[in-house]
Every structure is written in structure tokens, then in C-alpha cells.
């Protein structure tokens, strides 16, 4: 029986946070305002806790876990790290398959890594409620979890399009304590703005954040809370990755590619940064490692987009960050990646593709699919449509290998389970599902409206 499951004891789970920006060749390009200077923090302490603020401009390599946290991770870390064999044997390739799954946390993807911290830190500035926003649902459910940890009240604006596909999400949030409305709503001016657009507006992650900033902004008790792109959020998520390190040590073997989904990014940098980390320590091991963003190419935002300043939600309350983009309002088509349909990415993803340290990848709908129920027959495990994404590349590596006969070491991060995408795997049975054209007209206007300031 050859081992399968890597794993470590609670004493192990990281005691830091890796900050990526200490070992960045440049220093990240800072938020700016609408007149083209950048923001300090004070403009954003209507919406965020000081704690988070300075994690977000922070320059120290390694960030504290307080021992609050630490020990909240308890509740499912660390994960388990998995050598795939029965996929590895399905695929008849030499490469060596490892799989991180982040799926076992209460809420079933990696999501609560940095809403558990994104709770405490708001809980200790005195904060009573969080507003929010979700794409499928996962965001949601995660802050929902961590604001009943933590004794907070959490309202999620939900993009329609997963209201409508992921009822049982709704249900999550709900039995969690959270209050859910389907957006875009007629409560905030984002909302109203964009149904005058489209009365029956599918939504987009971009409108949702609009929202829920806007509510946040408009009292003093409720904070805001991201669930990607931000750089403390992707600090949060290397806990993925220090805990991979940790398992690949205890197994004497070590990646030579690195794929995770990537929506807003925090996923991605989550799996990947900490390996970053050693091949900027000079770790013979990590000298040619490759780190793979893996997108839909229905939202190429790394593939396609343009690199450049941009708002982060689609009504401009967000600073202009410096990143890809596939322009502010764009709204992508609803592809059931849900957590994948964002029209930015993260400044500090972004910059690392811009500058050739990182490498992405974007895959259509239908090959996501295939590749997820081919990993579900494998090894057992569900996966959602976001992770079906890191899936599909790593397994076109596999096969790459299989051809070449090169035994990689591939490791992908099962960023989470789909039991909850169960409606979008039927329709995918059924044959209703469908590869989107790439939606060059819509970007390509969406683009001519990126800000112009300074
Ligand atoms: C949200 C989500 C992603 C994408 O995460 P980002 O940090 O926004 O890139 C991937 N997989 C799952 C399961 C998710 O819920």
C-alpha cells in the first residue's frame, strides 16, 4: 500500500504568514486615488481595521499568526496533502501527482484561511457587522463562518446568477447566522445603478463589491471584508503552501510546477507563494520551479487582459490598483466557476505574471468539467468547478509527461469540494453545458472605460 495521505500534526500548522512583496525584484506599484496620488491608509479606515491595513502595506517577509487564529485553524488544519497514485495510474503517466485539499474546512474551500483572521482582527478594532460580497457562494459562507466564530453580523450581497444556481449556499450563510440578498439589489446606489442597466443583470463580482463597500463605507459599526485580490488576503492563504512545504519534506520530494485556479488570485498565491519564497532564498530545489495561475478562458483576465490601473469593482468606490484587467464593468458570462468570474486580479499576482516570475494559463468550460470528474473517479473526491480549473492543467501536464516521458513532479491546490456544484455537474451530464465564445466585444468595451486620472 504506497502512501497517499500526507499528513502533520496541529503543533505544525505555520506560526507566520509569508508576505510575497519582501522577496518581490520590485516593490508593488501603490493603490491610487482618482487623482492619480496614492492612497494612504486613513482613506481606507472607513472600511477596514488598521490591523489589516498595515498587513497590507506591510514589506516584513514573515507576518504573526495570532494564537486566536492559530487556533480557530484547528477546527480543520492543517489539510492533508494527497499523492494522487490512482490518477497518476488512470493517466498511464510518469509524473508524480500531489494535491493539496483545502475542501475540508466547514465551508468547503480554502476561503475561511483568511476570513477567520479577516474576522478577529475587525472583532478586535471593535467592529459589530461585516458587509460583503459572494461569488458562488463560497466567499459568503466562509466570512459567514468566521463572523459566528468571532461574534460578528455578516450580510452577503450574493451575484444573482450563484443566488439562482446555489441555493444551498444561500442555506450555509443562512444557517451560519448571515443575511444574503441577490445582487445586484435596489438597497445601495451600486445596485440601483446597475439594474437601471439591466433589469435582469446576472450580476458580477464587480457590482457585489460595489455594494457591499458602499454599505460599509455608509456606517461606522460595519467594516468591509474581500475574500481575494488584496495583498493581506494572499498573505493569509500561504498558510496552503508553508503547510505543502512541510508535507513534501516529510515525503523527501519537492514540485517542479505549481497550478492553482485563479480567480481573484488569493488562491493561487496561497499554493504558490511560499514556493516563491524558497527560490528567492536561493533553494537549489526551486530554481526552475514553474507556478501556473490557471483561469476560464471565458474571463482571461492574466491571458487577455490588459496590465494597467484599474477600479476593483465595477461602480470605481475601490482605489485604482495596478493589475490585469478586463476593465471594471465588464461582466463575464456565467460559467459555474462562479468563484472564477471576476474581471481583475490581484496587484501582487499581477505583477509577478508582468514581470515573467509567474506563468498562467486560461482553459474552457467543458475541458474543466471532464477533468473534474475524471479526478472525482480517481481519487473519490468531488471537486468544485473553480478547482476543476488547477485540475485541467495539471493534468495536461501529466499527459505532456506521458508523451515526453518526463517524471514531473506536479502539485495542484484542491482549492475546494463541490457538493455544493452538484446542479452545474448535471447539466454537464445533460449536455447543457457550454464552451463560451471568448467575449471579445464585451471586453473590448469594457476596456475603452478604464479610468483615466492624474
Ligand atoms: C474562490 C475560489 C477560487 C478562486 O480563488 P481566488 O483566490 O479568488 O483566486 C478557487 N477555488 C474555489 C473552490 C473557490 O471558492
Partial sequence: MPDTKILL???????????????????????????????????????????????????????????????????????????????????????????????????????????????????????????????????????????????????????????????????????????????????????????????????SLGIAISEAVEEAASRADTNYALGSVLNHVCHHQTIIGLEAKKQFDKVGDYPDMVFAACGGGSNFAGAAFPFFADKAAGDKRAQNIRLVAVEPSSCPTLTKGVYTYDYGDASGYTPLMQMYTLGHDFVPPGIHAGGLRYHGDSPLVSQLLHEGLIEAVAVPQLATFEAGVQFAQAEGIIPAPESCHAIRACIDEALRCKATGEPKTLFFNLSGHGHFDMASY????????????????????????LPKFG
Fill in 9 to 203: 500534526d496541529e503543533s505544525d500548522i505555520p506560526t507566520h504568514w509569508y508576505n510575497v512583496v519582501a522577496d518581490m525584484p520590485n516593490k508593488p506599484a501603490p493603490p491610487l486615488g482618482p487623482d492619480g496620488n496614492p492612497v494612504g491608509p486613513d482613506k481606507m479606515l472607513a472600511i477596514f481595521p488598521m490591523s489589516l491595513l498595515e498587513q497590507e502595506m506591510s514589506g516584513e517577509r514573515w507576518l504573526p499568526i495570532p494564537e486566536p487564529v492559530r487556533e480557530a485553524y484547528t477546527m480543520w488544519r492543517p489539510s492533508p496533502l494527497v499523492r494522487a497514485h490512482r490518477l497518476e495510474a488512470l493517466l498511464g503517466t510518469p509524473a508524480k501527482i500531489y494535491y493539496k485539499y483545502e475542501g475540508v474546512s466547514p465551508a468547503g474551500s480554502h476561503k475561511p484561511n483568511t476570513a477567520i483572521p479577516q474576522a478577529w482582527y475587525n472583532q478586535q478594532a471593535g467592529i459589530k457587522r461585516i458587509s460583503t460580497e459572494t461569488g458562488a457562494g463560497q466567499w459568503g459562507s466562509s466570512m459567514a463562518l468566521a463572523g459566528r466564530m468571532f461574534g460578528l453580523e455578516v450580510r452577503v450581497y450574493m451575484v444573482n446568477v450563484s443566488y439562482q444556481q446555489k441555493p444551498f449556499r444561500r442555506s450555509m450563510m443562512h444557517t451560519w447566522g448571515a443575511e444574503v440578498y441577490a445582487s445586484p439589489t435596489d438597497m445601495t446606489q451600486a445596485g440601483r445603478d446597475a439594474l437601471a442597466k439591466d433589469p435582469n443583470s446576472p450580476g
Fill in 426 to 449: 448535471d447539466k454537464y451530464f445533460a449536455g447543457e453545458l457550454e464552451d463560451y465564445v471568448y467575449p471579445e466585444e464585451a471586453i473590448h468595451q469594457a476596456l475603452g472605460h
